[in-house]
């Protein structure tokens, strides 16, 4: 039996948008003449908050994305920050429809150039890493599926994934034609599910949606949690975000999750907006009671199902 000092530690769920370094975002801040908003300083300093203070604070930062070198930065603030607490690899959910569509600040070809050389540098310091598309639920499958008009026509090999995020307004019922079309572009497909929205939304995403992966999940009931395990569908669980976002979460289901078999594994999220990152979740996950057994499964979990360290034989050429 291997120790888990031998598997690899993945960050397994952050997003781009979410990972700048705060200093970063001061000093650009400070350059551009913006006021930094409440919500995120409060967010900084451990103070939960409603959801949508949260988005303003993620769009905060979002916003500064505007040149490929800022891209690139903040790839390599993601690097840096699994680096430092001994991660070998990360899953990163990026969301360029926003960027380029939605604020117009900056090109399509700029946010992929940026993305592939901050990605370049980190595989040159022995990472291991992939991209996730999210599109945002509550815009619904339209915007979906302009999601994928987007990205499909020259979509970059390091984008292995498509997943939705934000608010779980919209039933994942209605989502089933745009996952299905990006299933078929190759994607695997993952939904942020039971986060903010309902626990029945995580059986929805899965059985209705098609995905194969739930962000968070924490608040399906326990038959799901059996659901789960039995179809061994990775579930990314983040509780630093959850502690600040899902705060009557409480206590955090992770320990049940374990026991019934659910594949869990840590992810930060958005560290850059609400701070930690996988020393800081690992401690958090056993403050839950895990013992070193319920941890180092988190971490074979992890690796095993990290779509970053999986060779994609799936996406058709050309797509
Ligand atoms: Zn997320």
Redesign the pocket.
């Known amino acids: 039996m291997s120790h888990s000092a031998d598997v690899p530690l993945i960050d397994r769920?952050t997003?781009l948008e979410g990972s700048l370094d705060p200093g970063w975002v001061r000093r650009e801040s400070a350059r551009r003449g913006l006021d930094l908003p409440v919500s995120l300083e409060r967010l900084w300093s451990g103070v939960a908050v409603p959801f949508e203070s949260f988005i303003e604070a993620f769009l905060f930062g979002a916003a500064l994305l505007d040149s490929r070198e800022a891209v690139r930065e903040a790839t390599l603030a993601v690097t840096r920050r699994t680096q430092a607490a001994g991660g070998v690899g990360f899953d990163l959910?990026v969301s360029p429809h926003f960027l380029v569509v939605h604020r117009r600040q900056l090109s399509l070809e700029a946010f992929w150039r940026g993305l592939e050389e901050g990605l370049s540098e980190a595989r040159s310091r022995g990472l291991r890493c992939c991209v996730v598309v999210d599109a945002v639920n509550h815009f619904g499958p339209k915007h979906g599926q302009a999601v994928l008009d987007l990205v499909l026509p020259d979509l970059p090999a390091f984008v292995k994934g498509f997943s939705t995020?934000g608010l779980e307004g919209c039933p994942f019922r209605e989502w089933a034609p745009v996952f299905h079309r990006a299933r078929v572009a190759g994607l695997r497909l993952a939904a942020?599910a039971g986060e903010n929205g309902p626990g029945s939304n995580v059986r929805e995403a899965l059985l209705e949606g098609g995905v194969s992966r739930i962000?968070h999940g924490i608040r399906a009931d326990e038959a799901t949690f059996d659901l789960l395990a039995e179809r061994r569908i990775p579930v990314d669980i983040?509780p630093s975000s959850n502690r600040a976002l899902a705060a009557d979460v409480d206590p955090h289901p992770l320990p049940r999750m374990l026991r019934a078999g659910v594949r869990c594994a840590l992810g930060t999220?958005?560290p850059g907006v609400i701070p930690c990152d996988l020393a800081t979740e690992t401690a958090a996950a056993r403050h839950m009671g895990l013992d070193d057994i319920a941890i180092a499964t988190l971490r074979r979990n992890g690796a095993e199902d990290a779509w970053c360290l999986t060779d994609d034989e799936s996406r058709p050429q050309g797509l």
């Open positions: 769920h997003h959910w995020g942020h962000v983040c999220d958005d």
